[in-house]
C-alpha cells in the first residue's frame, strides 16, 4: 500500500530507502498521489515541504498527465471515453486499445492505454468494469467466475509527464511493463518503447 493504517506502506519505507534533500526545507519523503493496491508503475514521491504542496496542487489541478496500461478482459471498442460518476462525482477515463489476444479461459485479453482526466478512488477499475471489461485479476470489479487468483492486479501506472513546478522544464518518468504484462502482449509491448 502507498499509504494508510498499516506499518507496511511505501509512506513509511521511503524515509529509509531516498536519500535526505540537502534544502532548507527538507522533511521526510512523501508520495505525492496514491495507487491502489497491487497496481504497479511509478509513483512520484517529493522530499521537501514546498515540493510536496507543489505537487499536490498539480495533481489537484490535473496538470500531471497520467497514462496507465491494463489488461482487460472481453471484446472492446479500439478507443472510449468512460464518464459514469464515481461516488456522486464527475469522473472521465479515456482509453485506447493496442492489442487483443484469444484466451481459452478469458475468451479475450486485451492490452488497453488508459488516461484517467479525474482521479477518484478505484477510477479505472470501476470505469471498464462499468463498461464489461473488468481488470484481470480485480477481485472486487471482476467478473466473479472469472477472477485470476495469485498473480494480482493487472494495472500499471506507466508514465507520469508535467512541468517541474521550480525548474519550468518537462519532467517524464515511465516505468517499463511489468513481466506478467510481457508475457501476454510481448510484441506489441515491445512496439511502445
Request: proline share 4%; glycine share 6%; hydrophobic share 35%.
Amino acid at each position: 500500500m502507498v499509504s494508510g493504517n498499516s506499518f507496511k506502506t511505501i509512506a513509511n519505507a521511503l524515509a529509509q530507502n531516498i536519500q535526505r534533500s540537502n534544502l532548507p526545507d527538507a522533511t521526510k519523503p512523501q508520495p505525492v498521489h496514491r495507487l491502489d493496491y497491487a497496481t504497479t508503475g511509478v509513483l512520484l514521491v517529493g522530499k521537501t515541504s514546498s515540493s510536496i504542496r507543489a505537487l499536490n496542487r498539480m495533481f489537484e489541478d490535473k496538470m500531471v498527465e497520467k497514462t496507465y496500461f491494463a489488461v482487460t478482459i472481453g471484446e472492446m471498442n479500439d478507443r472510449g471515453k468512460i464518464t459514469s460518476e464515481i461516488d456522486g462525482k464527475k469522473s472521465q477515463s479515456n482509453y485506447k486499445l493496442f492489442e487483443s489476444v484469444s484466451s481459452k479461459r478469458f475468451g479475450k485479453l486485451n492490452l488497453v492505454k488508459l488516461k484517467p482526466q479525474t482521479g477518484r478512488r478505484h477510477q479505472l477499475r470501476k470505469h471498464l468494469s462499468s463498461i464489461d471489461n473488468p481488470i484481470l485479476g480485480d477481485k472486487e470489479y471482476g467478473i466473479e467466475n472469472l477472477i485470476l487468483s495469485g498473480k494480482g492486479l493487472y494495472l500499471h501506472a506507466y508514465s507520469l509527464n508535467f512541468i517541474h513546478p521550480f525548474t519550468n522544464k518537462q519532467v517524464y518518468f515511465k516505468d517499463e511493463f511489468p513481466q506478467k504484462f510481457k508475457k501476454i502482449f510481448i510484441s506489441k509491448i515491445a512496439e511502445t518503447y
